[in-house]
């Protein structure tokens, strides 16, 4: 165990090309069982009727929100563990750890307080309307057990941090495929409904921390050392994780709001019908977006130790190797969802009470498909400003791309040009590819500044 401690340690401060692909393979499948559980959750619930798969997209934006906690804690601690590293400094990768599972308690005891006491009018601003019933039986066990999810986030990151990716595919492996087999015993041979699809991924998440934590604690055989006597409590450690930390849920949050947004408007322009088909076609596109993220996620380590170890190189070739990688893969699966767009939609309509879904959903689908490939170089830029800490950066895209870009031309093609529903659709294309070159502009600009920072501090001079 000890040669392949050292061996992920090896990969993660060598080539960063070998870097990101071995740590993105993992990451992609990981994200793929993540994405497929929550499908099953919505090709089960629509079994349900169109009144239920609206109230899981109305929840789907505040689940996002708590998705967002675990990985901003994660994002943040995984920023900073990975730049210890980079800086050969043992110690400080374990106190930045601790601190990350520190966090991940506080904070989600905080918010399932703050979520569980305003569930109601918080649906009702969003319009869930008659689906409101649905929406509150699916999202008060969700949230109520918040910190099975956000402590799952962090101790994932933690493994991903030191390049141990087969552990952390497996613990999400667990949570995948125990909720998609518990999904329809729980929704219909218990006849519990909406509130079976919850419970189903409650207990699937709780299944995953349990194993991760005994990997952390049980076995102990990571590089990283997460015993108590290591945590020492540091207000510096506490800032730096969330200065990435806060950013990054900021910008779950941002996407949450861009989702209510979109909702709204598909509600004033076709009715909660046009939310069912958004929420089912939106499931399709993350989908295909899976091994971007898995891209972005290595990217936020890879950039982490280059930065550390001031090897403006190695984040430069991290960035430029990741975009292109992620605009080839884009590509290819834009045309398989392009072609394919009618057989993907009768998935969502297997029973009569959904029938009527398939030909909208893939006619959204033949939309959306261009918003895959108008993703990779601003998400790209985004995670490589997370891995060096400056996860306010990524916030201000993340905010000009979605909340701003997106819901502004979504809202002038629709409403203004009186294109309807696929105004909102190709709104949100434009938004994205537009919000996403500015951001990667910005990120080739401070890896110039990097670069120039660190030939004159670092480079040893000549006599």
């Not at 400080?92 to 703050?114: E, K, P, R, Y």
């Not at 918080?122 to 918040?146: K, N, R, V």
């Not at 105004?423 to 434009?430: D, E, K, M, S, T």
Request: glycine share 8%; proline share 2%; with cysteine.
């Amino acid at each position: 165990m000890a040669s392949e401690k050292s061996k992920n340690i090896e990969m993660i401060t060598g080539d960063p090309k070998k870097a990101i692909i071995k740590l993105a393979i993992p990451m992609m499948l990981s994200m793929l069982l993540i994405m497929l559980y929550n499908l099953a959750d919505s090709i089960w619930v629509a079994g349900l009727g169109s009144d239920a798969l609206a109230a899981i997209g109305f929840i789907t934006p505040l689940f996002m929100v708590l998705i967002g906690l675990g990985n901003g804690i994660g994002a943040g601690a995984n920023s900073l563990i990975a730049r210890n590293i980079g800086a050969n400094d043992h110690k400080g990768a374990n106190n930045a750890a601790l601190h990350g599972v520190v966090l991940s308690l506080i904070v989600s005891l905080i918010f399932t307080v703050l979520i569980e006491a305003f569930m109601v009018p918080i649906l009702q601003f969003m319009g869930a309307g008659e689906t409101i019933g649905y929406a509150m039986d699916y999202s008060y066990i969700i949230f109520g057990f918040l910190f099975v999810f956000v402590y799952s986030g962090v101790a994932s990151a933690i493994f991903r941090s030191e390049g141990d990716m087969r552990r952390a595919t497996i613990a999400i492996a667990v949570t995948a495929i125990m909720n998609i087999i518990l999904d329809p015993i729980f929704i219909y041979i218990l006849n519990f409904g909406i509130s079976g699809a919850a419970w189903a991924t409650v207990i699937s998440a709780i299944a995953s921390c349990v194993v991760m934590s005994y990997w952390i604690w049980g076995k102990k055989d990571m590089y990283l050392d997460l015993s108590l006597k290591n945590f020492k409590y540091s207000s510096r450690i506490m800032i730096d994780t969330l200065q990435v930390a806060i950013p990054s849920t900021l910008e779950n949050i941002v996407f949450s709001a861009l989702a209510i947004i979109i909702n709204s408007m598909l509600v004033l322009a076709a009715g909660t019908m046009a939310v069912a088909v958004y929420t089912a076609s939106m499931r399709i596109v993350q989908m295909c977006m899976i091994p971007l993220l898995g891209l972005g996620t290595a990217v936020l380590t890879v950039a982490g130790v280059a930065y550390g170890a001031h090897n403006y190189k190695n984040l430069k070739t991290a960035h430029s190797y990741s975009i292109k990688v992620g605009f080839a893969i884009s590509i290819a699966l834009g045309i398989v969802m392009y072609v394919f767009s009618n057989q993907i939609a009768t998935i969502f309509a297997y029973t009569s009470a959904s029938a009527s879904l398939a030909p909208q959903i893939a006619a959204a689908l033949s939309v959306l498909t261009l918003f895959v490939l108008a993703i990779p170089h601003g998400m790209m830029s985004s995670m490589m400003f997370q891995g060096v800490g400056k996860g306010t950066y990524s916030l201000i895209i993340t905010l000009a791309r979605s909340l701003i870009l997106e819901s502004v031309f979504a809202y002038i093609f629709c409403f203004m040009f009186g294109w309807g529903v696929t105004g909102i659709y190709a709104g949100v294309v434009l938004g994205c590819f537009v919000g996403g070159t500015l951001g990667y502009l910005w990120a080739k600009f401070f890896i110039r500044k990097f670069k120039q920072i660190s030939i004159r501090k670092y480079t040893p001079q000549k006599e």
